[in-house]
């Protein structure tokens, strides 16, 4: 069985402050790893990809991928309150293009940015 | 605009009851998934489909069924066999073959059984 473990939160961050939600993974065939954005109520949206090891840089979002330790992060810089949200990690094993993507899940960690 | 849109929005079911959720998508996508979420818990594959006229049972299958007879549409019915079908439904699509393997989610389905 397949796991993506998240701390389930709340995480919680004063405005301005840099956000560190993390996710490991069981599955050490694991090739790509994604993370969404979940407002409460909505649907998840993509923010972020990485399959390399090392780190990937978007805006304000870096995502970390380690898969020696089979670990992975995204970093908020400058967290704002529009930031509060529920982060999923997810995970595939996809090694190459002739099967369909199917990603395993976290539960997500819930960030909340303060005033 | 491309995307995907699901309805309806909100779905409310009396037990025995079979009801369809409706998926459509204006991507191009070939492959196209069907998801569940419940409180507290992640996305749970239940369908996915790689292309048109062939799905494959995700991880929790029991209780539902799709079909697939256009490329734009995966519609998802919830059968009364499935026993806690309260839950909210999430439709999802990627570029298959090739792609960098991330799937875009529609606005997604609650569904509520009386």
């Known amino acids: 069985q397949k796991e993506v473990e998240q701390n389930s939160g709340p995480l919680s961050v004063p405005e301005g402050a840099i956000a560190s939600l993390n996710c490991t993974y069981s599955?050490?065939?694991?090739?790509?790893f994604f993370w969404y954005r979940q407002y409460s109520g909505k649907s998840p949206e993509l923010i972020m990809f990485i399959y390399s090891n090392g780190d990937k840089e978007d805006g304000r979002f870096t995502a970390q991928l380690n898969k020696a330790s089979q670990y992975v992060s995204l970093l908020i810089r400058d967290s704002q309150p529009s930031d509060s949200a529920t982060y999923l990690c997810?995970?595939?094993?996809?090694?190459?293009?002739?099967?369909?993507?199917?990603?395993?899940f976290g539960t997500g960690t819930r960030l909340q940015v303060t005033l | 605009d491309g995307g995907i849109t699901q309805s309806p929005k909100y779905l409310f079911r009396k037990e025995g009851q079979n009801v369809t959720l409706s998926c459509e998508q204006n991507l191009n996508h070939d492959a196209m998934y069907w998801y569940r979420q419940d409180p507290g818990q992640g996305l749970r594959l239940i369908y996915y489909?790689?292309?048109?006229?062939?799905?494959q049972k995700g991880d929790i299958a029991e209780g539902y069924s799709v079909s697939r007879e256009k490329k734009e549409s995966f519609p998802l019915t919830v059968t009364s066999a499935q026993k806690n079908p309260t839950a909210f439904y999430l439709c999802a699509s990627s570029i298959y073959p090739g792609g960098t393997g991330e799937q875009f989610f529609g606005p997604g389905t609650r569904l509520t059984v009386l």
């Open positions: 489909s790689q292309i048109v006229n062939d799905f």
């Open positions: 997810a995970v595939s094993d996809r090694e190459n293009t002739g099967t369909a993507s199917k990603l395993t």
């Open positions: 599955d050490r065939g694991s090739q790509s």
